[in-house]
């Protein structure tokens, strides 16, 4: 197996509370993928839906979303730039469940 080198990423699920209109949802998605434009260590960004059929697997998060850095110093960066604190005291109250994980990408060689 051979890690990636030069990428960190950081997947996060999140389900909006309910009285979360679509709207704002797109708005604070907006707000989201802005932050590469603000935070010099995010190189770049992608989200989704859940696409997954109802198996029960899913924890009921309906979102997902990608940060891709170059280094784990790099999302350390991230967590502590002024802008994406601003921008996390926007999001979390919306959110009813969020779950973070970071890695580096490993490639299995066959």
Known sequence: ????????????????????????IEDLIKGYANLVNLVPSLKGFTWGTNTNIDNGLNRDYTYVFELIFEDNEGVKEY????????????????????????????????
């Open 79 to 110: 967590i502590d730039n002024p802008d994406h604190i601003a921008f996390a005291n926007i999001f979390l109250p919306k959110v009813r469940q969020f779950l973070a994980i970071d890695y580096t990408p490993t490639k299995v060689l066959l």
């Open 1 to 24: 197996m051979e890690q990636e080198k030069g990428v960190q990423k950081v997947i996060t699920l999140t389900q909006f509370k309910k009285d979360v209109s679509p709207a704002e």
